[in-house]
């Protein structure tokens, strides 16, 4: 269910993403998205990549080298990530299903259906975006990107599942398509909350994403919470990396994670919280 749209706050970014990189130990910095109505509004930072690249190459660029970035239209090679991000309708041949007919289905209307259901934003809502390493964005990102392995996006959820508002579940689709410009950042815009992105093939062939990263967007206004909730969950020991248990017998501590008929130990859980993981 979409939640209602609230302005971002100003945070302490540089704090929220050092947070994120520790207690999931990230490899990438988390990134920066801000969607822009007036090119005019565009920070003297972000710098113009010299030709033309696909949004998921703006975010690699950013998340890997810490590259502070902007785009339009007019900079993007991939017509996917132009309308995604609304910026403009998608050419006809691409919306009636006829260009990647018989490559991504195995007729025209299914081909067709394939893209109509790709995440996108309004087209015309916006005229350019932004792309920082959080820590060092220079401007209050609408939407945050955060790569990991998948038990690394395994502790993001359970941080962000950790606050009653976010309903006890998250709920994402995919068709491995548009992974980044429409599952991650399109998809978190239009439904206000954190939404996974699976990679797809022009963000692991052209953007050099890996075989074994995910990335999930995230509205920036709920970044404390999360960060809240991973600090929470950290301690109490659902920490990463997570630590491997004996195969042959159950997981200490026993009574969290075996059923059993038997009665736990009185004050377990108290005695666990009393002492929870650091984090280091």
Not at 149 to 168: D, S, Y
Request: glycine share 6%; charged share 25%; net charge positive.
């Amino acid at each position: 269910m979409q939640r209602k749209r609230m302005e971002a706050p100003i945070l302490d970014w540089t704090k929220i993403s050092k947070s994120l990189t520790n207690l999931l130990k990230l490899k990438y910095y988390p990134v920066a998205v801000k969607l822009f109505k007036n090119t005019g509004e565009i920070p003297k930072e972000a710098r113009k990549p010299r030709v033309k690249i696909t949004v998921c190459q703006f975010v690699s660029l950013a998340k890997t080298y810490g590259r502070i970035l902007y785009g339009t239209a007019e900079d993007i090679a991939c017509a996917y990530g132009i309308s995604n991000l609304g910026f403009k309708e998608l050419p006809e041949d691409i919306r009636s299903g006829e260009r990647f007919v018989y490559i991504y289905a195995e007729n025209r209307e299914a081909t067709k259906t394939i893209i109509e259901k790709i995440p996108r934003i309004e087209a015309g809502k916006f005229k350019a975006f932004v792309v920082a390493p959080l820590q060092e964005t220079p401007v209050d990102p609408d939407i945050v990107l955060v790569s990991g392995n998948p038990a690394q996006i395994t502790r993001l959820i359970l941080g962000i599942t950790w606050k009653e508002k976010f309903n006890g579940r998250l709920f994402f689709s995919s068709s491995a398509h548009s992974g980044i410009c429409g599952d991650s950042i399109a998809a978190t815009y239009n439904l206000n909350s954190p939404h996974l992105g699976i990679p797809c093939y022009g963000a692991r062939s052209f953007a050099l994403f890996q075989d074994d990263e995910l990335v999930m967007g995230i509205p920036a206004k709920d970044l404390e919470d999360v960060v809240d909730g991973l600090t929470k969950t950290h301690e109490a020991y659902l920490g990463y990396p997570i630590t491997p248990a004996n195969l042959e017998s159950p997981p200490p501590p026993l009574w969290i994670f075996t059923i059993r008929p038997e009665k736990p130990p009185e004050n377990w859980k108290e005695k666990l919280l009393k002492a929870p993981r650091k984090i280091l």
